[in-house]
């Protein structure tokens, strides 16, 4: 009987690991992207899909950061967290107090994902992780199950003001980032924007990048593949909420916890 206990605690854990998984598209939803005057915004903390969102479950062994960056500084945003509970959604406040471009940037604590082969293969196709797949291929392990140590990474951007600042166009330091080329509130009448996916501080080529609207139900998901500078392309509308996604997975050697190590990384903008 306590054999058959664990079996099915074991299995349990397994399919809650395979379900946080499944839903995997995480971001950063403030309550505005767009403010005139000194603001506190709260700021959500959401996953899944655009069709099926909820709140993320936010608590402190969670968090390993979530930061203001603007022209002029850093400022830690740890002590306004309020973590998930039985009848809150977690949030952190934005509190804004100049004109120019703020970025929200959070980055998670290691979590570990065990998916049978089916799913696992279908993830990494899904996700564009066609390095990964090969790598399953030459080692004999594409029928195996996948497991993996991840992260999420996430920036929104909000604009304060009518200040276009460039403190946007830089890099923050994730480990996976995206970062817009063109300032995402000033792209002009073409509504263009290119942006660059850097790992480890360096341009990511071939990564897969996803663009969704958050609002527009009508709007058709764009892929893109970076070019050998790290950088895609998109056109968007200067209405709505828009989320940027990417995923990166890399081998790991000698790891007793996982076969891969996974960044999720997401840009939030909104009009």
């Known amino acids: ?29 403030p309550a505005k992207f767009r403010v005139e005057q000194a603001s506190n915004i709260p700021v959500q903390f959401r ?9 993320w479950g936010l608590r402190w062994d ?44 959070f980055e998670s604590y290691h979590s570990v994902s065990v998916l049978g082969p089916e799913k696992f293969n279908g993830y990494l196709e899904t996700e564009g992780l066609d390095h990964i797949i090969e790598f399953r291929n030459q080692n004999g392990s594409f029928e195996d199950a996948g497991t993996e ?33 063109d300032h995402p509130y000033d792209l002009g009448s073409s509504n263009e924007i290119r942006v660059q996916v850097l790992y480890k501080g360096k341009a990511l080529a071939n990564s897969k990048i996803k663009l969704v609207s958050l609002t527009d139900e009508t709007f058709a998901d764009q ?3 970076t070019n050998n500078q790290g950088i895609a392309t998109f056109k968007i509308n200067d209405t709505g909420e828009w989320r940027f996604n990417t995923v990166w997975s890399m081998p790991l050697n000698g790891n007793n916890r996982a076969d891969f190590e996974t960044y999720f990384s997401s840009l939030t903008i909104g009009y």
């Open 149 to 181: 140590i991840y992260s999420r990474k996430a920036k929104a951007m909000i604009q304060s003001g009518s200040n276009i600042t460039d403190n946007a166009l830089k890099p923050i330091g994730q480990t996976l980032e995206i970062v817009p080329l």
């Open 62 to 105: 969670r968090v390993v950061s979530i930061r203001q960056y603007h022209s002029t500084g850093v400022t830690d945003m740890s002590s306004t967290l309020v973590p998930s509970g039985n009848l809150t959604q977690g949030i952190a406040t934005a509190n804004i107090e100049e004109d120019g471009t703020i970025i929200i940037g």
């Open 47 to 55: 996953i899944g899909h655009k069709d099926s969102a909820e709140p």
């Open 1 to 29: 009987m306590k054999t058959f206990i664990r079996f099915i605690g074991i299995t349990a854990f397994l399919m809650l690991l395979s379900s946080q998984a499944s839903s995997h598209d995480f971001w950063l939803k």
């Open 223 to 225: 892929f893109m593949r």
